[in-house]
């Protein structure tokens, strides 16, 4: 494996994965503070609320999210490819969840 496939991980920060995307993590992704969660938590807060709530999402929705999800694994490829190129950060991509969902 290679050494862009050791230290990428991916994460839903959602408390049910059924609907939520895989944004990637690595080590690397820069911590604003000691307590930074990278937004995860607020995230998790929407997913969770959404769940309970019983919501649907609307097809543009789920084809936004999708996109996130995409974008992270062909970020992988690219750093895969080459290592000189810089990926969005977890909390890019998470934030970016967030400001998706909260148009919904």
């Known amino acids: 494996s290679s050494n ?40 998790w807060n929407i997913w969770r609320s959404i769940a309970l709530q019983k919501l649907r999402l609307t097809g543009d929705t789920l084809d936004m999210l999708s996109s996130i999800e995409n974008d992270a694994l062909a970020e992988l490829d690219i750093q895969r490819k080459n290592t000189q190129n810089k990926s969005l950060s977890f909390a890019d991509t998470v934030r970016k969840e967030i400001d998706l969902l909260q148009k919904k």
């Open 4 to 43: 862009v496939d050791d230290h990428s991980h991916f994460f839903t920060a959602a408390s049910d994965p059924i609907l939520a995307k895989y944004k990637r993590f690595t080590f690397a992704d820069t911590i604003r503070s000691e307590k930074d969660d990278h937004d995860s938590n607020e995230l």
